[in-house]
């Protein structure tokens, strides 16, 4: 049986086995739990001498989720592949939420950037600063130029705290505002929760695409399970201000959340957008997008920001990227529009589909098999469908799991129903999924769950998972 069968269930099962003895940990205190086993190599990587310039065959910028996972796929190819990283830390951000809510420690999302990188390829630790396409190259800090055959981007995206007037300012003096986006302070959400004694907790949503955009919620839910926890819920107001028209973007879910929300008495006020906020006064000040950008105040005790986001600006700059700033990919092919010999994939990118972890995993699948076709002068073939995916968690005991494509069709791998609250899905998320993160997503043996779909569990209500696309 193949790996993406046998070896992903022995894991699931061993997991929920785990996670049974960890359920009924109490909250007031974060959760210790045993560090997930770390995906590494018999040799670690080591980062590679400085070289003037350099050619190779293949360019990954970025050592992120998606980066590591392509890096994987082509460590046969060895020293002629390289990957553009200059962080020493690899985080597997999707846990951050558990984090911030007290119920996983950060250790648990961090590893050195060397044990996660195949060690057979170099791994330049630098900094990308300028594309040049045209001539098949890139310039990096120190000054130094890469050459390369095939480039594939894997930047991820860019937080933007400065753009929100005295953000940066508050999430460093006023212990009352906190942000999970943030490997700065992510540790200050759970303290925040313990302090709170009632008032006004904010929870805010950009007006910009962002990664993960189920977390925001989640942080809330989480929020207001432990106030009534701890007997404060009653002189709490749980408010989720957010920039978008819906709570979420595919019915199906919006429908259960709402469900969630109303039997919550979480209020939701849309269409605001944070635009400042002054910790000395505990003010959060945020523009009314549908009545002029009209500006409310609103007082807080406990405020956790989302910060808007955006491309990175040294993609900005180049001719790689869409008029948003995105970079610019056919959806189904992972290719670039111009340069053939280009390919993306992650938060970086134009592809019209949200910004998981779950989404970049399908997409490496697909450039690989892409990349590889046209490196031996074939075609890239129309094989993303926009698979992405939210552990949308509710409660510490209860999640919704959101799957979906392009057209915002539930993708579901299970044959019960995902837009219902369940144990069995928060289990997934808590437990299985960080293990297949650092155990078999790094190592490029799991591309997402359309190859486990039928063997594993069993087939979304007999609905295929390889619908015929167009490039």
Same mark, same amino acid.
Request: net charge positive; charged share 20%.
């Given at each position: 049986?193949?790996?993406?069968?046998?070896?992903?269930?022995?894991?699931?099962?061993?997991?929920?086995?785990?996670?049974?003895?960890?359920?009924?940990?109490?909250?007031?205190?974060?959760?210790?739990?045993?560090?997930?086993?770390?995906?590494? $190599?018999?040799?670690?990587?080591?980062?590679?001498?400085?070289?003037?310039?350099?050619?190779?065959?293949?360019?990954?910028?970025?050592?992120?989720?998606?980066?590591?996972?392509?890096?994987?796929? !082509?460590?046969?190819?060895?020293?002629?592949?390289?990957?553009?990283?200059?962080?020493?830390?690899?985080?597997?951000?999707?846990?951050?939420?558990?984090?911030?809510?007290? !119920?996983?420690?950060?250790?648990?999302?961090?590893?050195?950037?060397?044990?996660?990188?195949?060690?057979?390829?170099?791994?330049?630790?630098?900094?990308?600063?300028?594309?040049?396409?045209?001539?098949?190259?890139?310039?990096?800090?120190?000054?130094?130029?890469?050459?390369?055959?095939?480039?594939?981007?894997?930047?991820?995206?860019?937080?933007?705290?400065?753009?929100?007037?005295? =953000?940066?300012?508050? =999430?460093?003096?006023?212990?009352?505002?906190?942000?999970?986006?943030?490997?700065?302070?992510? &540790?200050?959400?759970?303290?925040?929760?313990?302090?709170?004694?009632?008032?006004?907790?904010?929870?805010?949503?950009?007006?910009?695409?962002?990664?993960?955009?189920?977390?925001?919620?989640?942080?809330?839910?989480?929020?207001?399970?432990?106030?009534?926890?701890?007997?404060?819920?009653?002189?709490?107001?749980?408010?989720?201000? *957010?920039?978008?028209?819906?709570?979420?973007?595919?019915?199906?879910?919006?429908?259960?959340?709402?469900?969630?929300?109303?039997?919550?008495?979480?209020?939701?006020?849309?269409?605001?957008?944070?635009?400042?906020?002054?910790?000395?006064?505990? *003010?959060?000040?945020?523009?009314? =997008?549908?009545?002029?950008?009209?500006?409310?105040?609103?007082?807080?005790?406990?405020?956790?920001?989302?910060?808007?986001?955006?491309?990175?600006?040294?993609?900005?700059?180049?001719?790689?990227?869409?008029?948003?700033?995105?970079?610019?990919?056919?959806?189904?092919?992972?290719?670039? *529009?111009?340069?053939?010999?280009?390919?993306?994939?992650?938060?970086?990118?134009?592809?019209? *589909?949200?910004?998981?972890?779950?989404?970049?995993?399908?997409?490496?699948?697909?450039?690989?098999?892409?990349?590889?076709?046209?490196?031996?002068?074939?075609?890239?073939?129309?094989?993303?469908?926009?698979?992405?995916?939210?552990?949308?968690?509710?409660?510490?005991?209860?999640?919704? =799991?959101?799957?979906?494509?392009?057209?915002?069709?539930?993708?579901?791998?299970?044959?019960?129903?995902?837009?219902?609250?369940?144990?069995?899905?928060?289990?997934?998320?808590?437990?299985?999924?960080?293990?297949?993160?650092?155990?078999?997503?790094?190592?490029?043996?799991?591309?997402?769950?359309?190859?486990?779909?039928? &063997?594993?569990?069993?087939? $979304?209500?007999?609905?295929?998972?390889?619908?015929?696309?167009?490039?």
């Amino acid at each position: 049986m193949a790996w993406n069968t046998f070896h992903i269930t022995k894991l699931v099962a061993s997991c929920l086995a785990r996670h049974q003895q960890t359920v009924f940990l109490r909250l007031r205190s974060p959760t210790i739990v045993p560090p997930a086993l770390a995906c590494s $190599y018999s040799n670690e990587a080591v980062p590679r001498a400085r070289q003037t310039n350099s050619k190779y065959k293949v360019v990954i910028v970025g050592g992120g989720t998606g980066g590591c996972a392509v890096a994987s796929k !082509l460590s046969s190819l060895g020293k002629s592949c390289a990957v553009v990283e200059p962080s020493d830390l690899h985080y597997n951000q999707s846990i951050w939420t558990l984090v911030g809510a007290g !119920l996983k420690g950060f250790q648990s999302s961090v590893r050195p950037t060397r044990e996660v990188l195949p060690s057979s390829i170099d791994w330049i630790q630098d900094k990308a600063v300028t594309f040049d396409p045209d001539k098949n190259s890139l310039e990096l800090s120190s000054g130094d130029k890469i050459l390369y055959d095939y480039l594939v981007v894997a930047m991820g995206i860019q937080l933007d705290y400065d753009k929100v007037d005295g =953000l940066l300012d508050a =999430l460093d003096n006023d212990p009352a505002v906190a942000s999970n986006y943030s490997p700065r302070w992510v &540790n200050k959400t759970f303290p925040a929760m313990q302090e709170f004694r009632g008032g006004n907790a904010i929870f805010t949503y950009p007006n910009t695409p962002i990664k993960c955009a189920g977390a925001p919620q989640k942080i809330m839910y989480l929020t207001e399970e432990f106030l009534r926890m701890n007997g404060v819920r009653e002189n709490s107001n749980v408010i989720f201000n *957010t920039a978008m028209g819906v709570i979420f973007g595919v019915k199906k879910y919006a429908d259960a959340l709402q469900k969630v929300i109303q039997s919550r008495s979480i209020q939701v006020n849309y269409k605001h957008n944070l635009v400042a906020v002054y910790h000395k006064k505990k *003010t959060a000040i945020f523009a009314k =997008l549908d009545k002029d950008n009209e500006l409310v105040p609103f007082e807080y005790d406990f405020l956790h920001v989302t910060p808007p986001m955006s491309s990175p600006d040294v993609l900005k700059k180049s001719s790689l990227v869409n008029r948003g700033g995105w970079v610019d990919l056919s959806k189904h092919t992972l290719q670039h *529009t111009k340069y053939s010999n280009v390919f993306g994939l992650g938060d970086c990118t134009s592809l019209p *589909t949200s910004k998981t972890a779950a989404a970049a995993t399908a997409q490496c699948g697909v450039l690989h098999q892409n990349l590889t076709a046209v490196m031996q002068g074939k075609e890239a073939a129309p094989l993303y469908d926009g698979y992405a995916s939210y552990p949308l968690i509710t409660s510490r005991e209860k999640c919704i =799991l959101a799957e979906f494509d392009y057209n915002s069709h539930p993708l579901e791998i299970m044959s019960v129903d995902q837009g219902l609250e369940r144990k069995l899905t928060y289990g997934m998320k808590a437990s299985i999924m960080p293990e297949i993160y650092w155990q078999a997503m790094k190592k490029s043996k799991w591309i997402g769950p359309a190859s486990a779909r039928k &063997n594993l569990i069993g087939p $979304y209500h007999g609905k295929s998972r390889s619908p015929k696309l167009k490039a």
